[in-house]
């Protein structure tokens, strides 16, 4: 194993709870006529049916043209995700092809274990061309080391309940996060809330906090040091708490939540707003009892407490959010993933994939289809104005810092409050875990 990725492992191994084994192994065995390919990818929770419709699909089509197998094995977490490659990273096995979540991609990168694609490898899935150009913005640290084809992309907003908001004299969705909670404050009543909010997603909560905090100015990664403990993030964490404790326009049963649960009670029609969606919300809505009174719109853009962005601050709309697919440098069978990877960015694949799972292509003839549909306008806008995470192999452990945050407060939030030097104590944690991170990261 060379220097560089020897390093890589060791810096891996410090990310928190990378304990679980990796069941899957080398795509080298017979598979029918052909071989097998393993494939890990997300699973998805929220529409598991077509889920699985989709990978049957992918299957078969593959099958068909190549003679082997598709194999999928699933995470359902960031720390899943990156325990699954810093195994196979130590043991040299494991997938042929990863599907994993932008923001993990340039700890991906540090190991050293992924193909990078040179022109050799673009032409084989059809051309840089082929793709949105901002959906490579995070496929390497620079356009000649890349190593993340894109697959689909998701842009964050929020969804609010037209009728709700028509109903409490509201004229259109909020613009900064303080006026999203006086909005909510005046949809919330009875048994109605102003605000969806997934507590305990795997995924979600952090996204907050780096919004909040890159809007105020201060961003979490500032060279080789972290921010953790900047005010700019404590009123963060302050305001995404707040929500629930202090403002109650929160249903308190959301501090165990995923997202597709949040979704699932904005979707029957009680509450103002979903606070973090995309895309692929849209399926969920049009089939609950908001169809036809709901819309997207824009995160806030202004950071709590002000009513202007301040001059240093970012007009971070979302995160840069997606999936990109890599290959293992250890696969025996490179030449077959990239043929996989071809396929599934393609543009039926990747409109078939949209009209089941709602991710929006990253395949840039395929999105080219869909502008014509109106809601989707407030997605494309907040995909203009994505910000890329910090290119960094430390991002993935200063992402599971921040949300362990969230973590260690859910008991303090089931009882309703939390203190300020509970907060301290746990951002003091995250700041160091973070530091420690960006100290090992080449």
Known sequence: MGLRRTRAVVALAGAAALTAALAACGGDEAGGDGKTLNVLIGANTQYPQDFQAWKKSISDRFKAQTGSTVRFETFASANEELTKIQTSVVSGTGPDVYAVGTT????????????????????????????????????????????????????????????????????????????????????TKGDQYGLAVAYKDNFDPWKFVWGMSM?????????????LQDPAVKKAYQTYFGWLTTDKVVDPAAVGWSNSQAIAAFAKGRTGYVALTSATGAKALDEGAVQGKWSFALLPTVPPGATARPANGVEAASILSGDNLLVADYSKNKDLAFQLVKLITDQDAQLDYYRKLGNLPANAAALRTLGSQEKLGPVAEAAQKSVATPFTGAWADIQLALTNVVVQSIPDLSGG??????????????????????????
């Open 417 to 442: 409050s939390l203190s300020d030097a509970q907060l301290d104590s746990r951002l003091a944690a995250a700041q160091k875990a973070a530091q420690s991170a960006l100290d090992r990261a080449k």
């Open 215 to 227: 809007q105020a100015g201060n961003p979490l990664v500032d060279g080789k040091t972290a921010r």
């Open 104 to 187: 993990l991609t340039p700890t991906a990168y540090s190991t050293g274990a992924f193909v990078k694609l040179g022109d050799e490898e673009w032409a084989k899935i059809g051309g840089k061309d082929k793709f949105v150009p901002a959906t490579l913005g995070i496929s390497g640290p620079d356009d000649r080391n890349q190593i993340g084809v894109p697959w689909v992309s998701r842009p964050f907003v929020m969804a609010y309940n037209t009728e709700l908001l028509k109903a409490a004299g509201i004229a259109a969705p909020a613009t900064t996060w303080d006026e999203l909670a006086r909005q909510a404050k005046r949809l």
